[in-house]
């Protein structure tokens, strides 16, 4: 019997798993143009081959949404999805990989090791956010786990719960480090209760600050404190959303303006405080809530396997996302850097790490098959944002063109968000139907 073992439980790891599947029983003659029914131990592996999932999560995460509220409700359980397709699943985190005797060591939730033989491996153990090593680092939140946001979560519910804090007054709001006027309807007195400081304005920054506006005033409400709320972006670069490129400049900065948003370029948090934060200029912002957003690299697993990683600390994989000089390993999602075309190569995004996985698993069942593998060939790179009450930010293109702004791009977001990215639940067939690498989109446009 000859296994394929998935790791990581994210979108690039469930997509690869349902992909390996796929293509075993396709090559079986049962995925004519849909998918059949399958169960039992074997099930869309047939009795020759298996497809395994190791994670140590029940869930899969909605990740792209943890910036929104309630964000303890993101996620589905793997097994609704993966086990109808005939998926097994291992609960545990992997600590060790043998490219050599190609056996995995795996570590359950009871502290039992136990090894796991692959003929066929695909990392994809995604990304983790890179915290700062600075004094007060614990007071910082985030939104890269599920309960990293729950805890944000459950900390905005208890600012009602903390002690006053005499209201001050505050200045004119700043926008790239040049004061302007305060718009119409923002406050002119904050108290830190009510004040968030987030830290980085790439998309996860500035979903979360401009998110944090309406979560924050929503819980401030009842108790007649919504004009007090007050949040802060700051940012190390000189300009506020630089790398999402010049053309979606102007839309971030009239979201920005719109909601009220003080931002603080050129600077950096050097210390936190339970109910403040110090940046790197001297000055000191009361806050009782701060937000860590600023950098990412693939998550530790993927430095388990040899072979070349980038600075960030992903897998070079080739053309058919298997990793550059290690037999019988592939890389997905955020565990890899993948060729794009035109030089650009694959950013930490759940836009790719949906098709990286589909074409990652199938690959990976393609080599133990004698399938020809197939190369990578992605849609077009594309950027979508919720901006809060300001709407949202749809570009397309290495150059960033805007192509949706305001309702219109929120719309699209929360489309893509709500619904294109779930899998389907306790639907073997629909899920083997959806994992084939060649669908880009499971659903109309709805723009």
């Keep these: 019997m000859s296994e394929i073992v998935v790791v990581g439980g994210g979108f690039a790891g469930v997509w690869a798993a349902a992909a390996a599947a796929r293509l075993l029983k396709e090559v079986r003659g049962s995925v004519p143009g849909g998918a059949e029914e399958t169960g039992g131990t074997t099930g869309a592996a047939g009795p020759e081959h298996t497809v395994r999932l190791v994670t140590p999560e029940d869930d899969l995460v909605m990740r792209p949404r943890l910036y929104e509220a309630e964000p303890h409700t993101m996620r589905v359980p793997l097994d609704r999805i993966l086990a109808p397709a005939g998926v097994r699943r291992t609960a545990a985190a992997v600590t060790a990989v043998d490219t050599a005797r190609r056996t ?95 830290v980085g304005s790439g998309p996860t920054g500035l979903e979360v600050a401009t998110e944090l506006v309406r979560r924050l005033r929503t819980i401030a409400a009842p108790h007649g404190a919504a004009d007090r709320v007050r949040v802060v972006l700051v ?46 200029d001297g000055s000191r912002l009361p806050a009782r809530t701060a937000v860590w ?109 805007v192509q949706l702004t305001g309702d219109e791009a929120k719309k699209y977001k929360r489309a893509v968000t709500e619904q294109w990215i779930y899998p389907p639940l306790d639907d073997g067939p629909e899920l083997l139907r959806q994992a084939d690498h060649r669908l880009r989109t499971r659903r109309s446009n709805p723009v």
């Excluded at 994989?317 to 592939?330: H, Y």
């Design 104 to 198: 995995l060591t795996a570590v359950d939730r009871t502290g039992e090791a136990r090894e796991i033989v692959y003929d066929r491996l695909v990392l994809a153990t995604g990304s983790r956010l890179v915290r700062p090593e600075i004094p007060g680092a614990g007071h910082l939140h985030d939104v890269d786990t599920l309960a990293g946001a729950t805890a944000l979560d459950t900390h905005l519910h208890a600012l009602p719960d903390l002690p006053e804090d005499p209201p001050q007054d505050l200045p004119p709001v700043l926008r790239n480090g040049l004061p302007k006027d305060r718009p119409e309807g923002t406050p002119t007195a904050a108290t830190a209760r009510w004040t968030a400081v987030v």
């Design 293 to 401: 957003t600023a950098g990412v690299r693939a998550a530790e697993p993927a430095g388990l396997v040899p072979g070349r990683h980038d600075e960030a600390g992903r897998l070079e994989v080739d053309a058919f996302l298997q990793v550059t000089g290690v037999p019988g390993v592939w890389a997905a999602g955020d565990a890899a850097t993948a060729p794009t075309g035109h030089g650009h190569r694959t950013v930490f995004s759940c836009q790719y790490a949906i098709p990286l996985g589909k074409l990652a698993g199938r690959n990976a069942a393609a080599g133990l098959l004698g399938v020809e593998p197939e190369p990578f060939a992605p849609g077009p790179y594309v950027i979508c944002l919720d901006l809060g009450d300001a709407g949202g930010l749809y570009a397309t293109g290495w150059e960033r063109a």
């Design 235 to 280: 940012e190390r670069a000189a300009t506020v959303g630089a790398s999402l490129g010049a053309p979606a400049a102007p839309v971030i900065a009239r979201a920005l303006e719109e909601l009220g948003i003080e931002t603080r370029p050129g600077v950096t948090v050097t210390s936190v405080e339970a109910g403040g934060v110090t940046l790197s």
